[in-house]
């Protein structure tokens, strides 16, 4: 039996559900904590960049990433029409 891969809204929700978590995170880290592929990944960071639900910032020789205000707004409202859905289906 197949499993249903994730749609992209849920992988980007992911991303920005890891860096609300983690606060700040790099590549690497985010990566490991998302099971998302690099490629994909470098992707999804750039969207989300375009949105402005995520910021990138150097720090001496590497560069970190974290959720903005309104990533993290929009990370709350998806994760709880998740929870509301999921106690529907349950009823």
Known sequence: ?????PSRLEL????????????????????????????FLKHAIS????QDLIRKENVGNETLYKATPRGERVTRYFLVQGEE???TLVK
């Not at 039996?1 to 891969?5: F, L, N, V, Y």
């Not at 609300?20 to 998302?34: A, C, D, W, Y």
């Not at 969207?47 to 375009?50: P, Y």
Request: with cysteine; proline share 0%.
């Open 85 to 87: 859905a999921s106690c």
């Open 1 to 5: 039996m197949k499993t249903q891969r």
């Open 47 to 50: 969207f989300l960049e375009q």
């Open 12 to 39: 980007y929700i992911e991303v920005l559900a890891s860096l609300e978590e983690l606060q700040t995170s790099n590549l690497i880290t985010l990566q490991e904590k998302t099971q998302i592929g690099q490629a």
